[in-house]
């Protein structure tokens, strides 16, 4: 099997079928075999039934890997990653945002180019508020800085790999992922080509702006430590400002006789403070909390039921 084109899906009903269709389109003269990896992602809507008719009416081999609930597309493409026999993998959304044509460019660019590990897609010019891409942007500056790692900007999780680069990231088992973390850190050689993002082709977006944040959050607390350090730098600054508005206070009392408000100055230092203290706790929470979680040693996914065609 030379190439797996994994699917995440969750509540893509309308899009499974189309998807598939453009795929046979596309790849009808490719001139090499290939596999369906198909992962639903506990999809409340017919995407399962979709899928299964998929399967039993589908010319080339299908899997169907049906998760016992939402895991999230992290878990998803990850499920898909370890039920894949080709020699290369791509990850490719269902919704045909995402042509499978460019899948099969990146296909070609790995056979003319042995030297290359991986060929990942990039969205050169994107489609969205000019709010959303200030954070995106400001999210990547922000990384990049702090991070031993490489963060490509507007790198998406489109690409395709070589099977040794695929097998590579499955030994990154953590609970808390950031595929485009893991990707840069395996340390393959990766050519980033442009893309262009169709229209979706059924149904709405399933990230809104604070699942977009939340995954931000997670790819710092994921690749850099740098959220502890601001704390050390918050507490060391705020413990040199009083130490010299205590000197400031005793100056006043003592040279200048200059009685000093007790009342206002203890609520607001009072409420400073504690703010400042409680930042740093919740940072430092975060970093335990999922080294706790991480510690239970539990699945990344957990597979409901497995469907397969013979073809």
Known sequence: MKLSLVVPCYNEEANVPLFYETVRQDFSAAGFDYELVFVNDGSSDGTLRALQTLCAEADCPVKVIDFSRNFGKEAAMYAGLAEAE???VTIIDA?????PAIALEMVRMLDAQPEIDCVAAYQEDR???KALVFFKNAFYRL???????EFVQGASDFRTMRRPMAEAVLRMDEYFRFSK?????VGFRTEFIPYRAQERASGQSKWSFWKLFKYALEGIFAFTTAPLR?????????S????IYLFVVIFQKLIFG?????YATIVVLILLLGGIQLLCIGIIGEYIARTYIQTKKRPIYITKRKYKNDK
């Open 258 to 262: 200059i009685d000093v408000e007790g």
């Open 127 to 129: 489609r969205e508020s």
């Open 230 to 238: 601001v704390a050390t730098v918050i507490g060391l600054i705020t």
């Open 181 to 185: 973390g893991l990707f840069s850190w």
């Open 143 to 149: 990384i990049n800085r702090f991070s031993d790692t």
């Open 86 to 88: 080709g020699d290369y």
């Open 240 to 243: 040199v400002l009083s130490v």
């Open 95 to 99: 919704d045909l945002q995402q042509r």
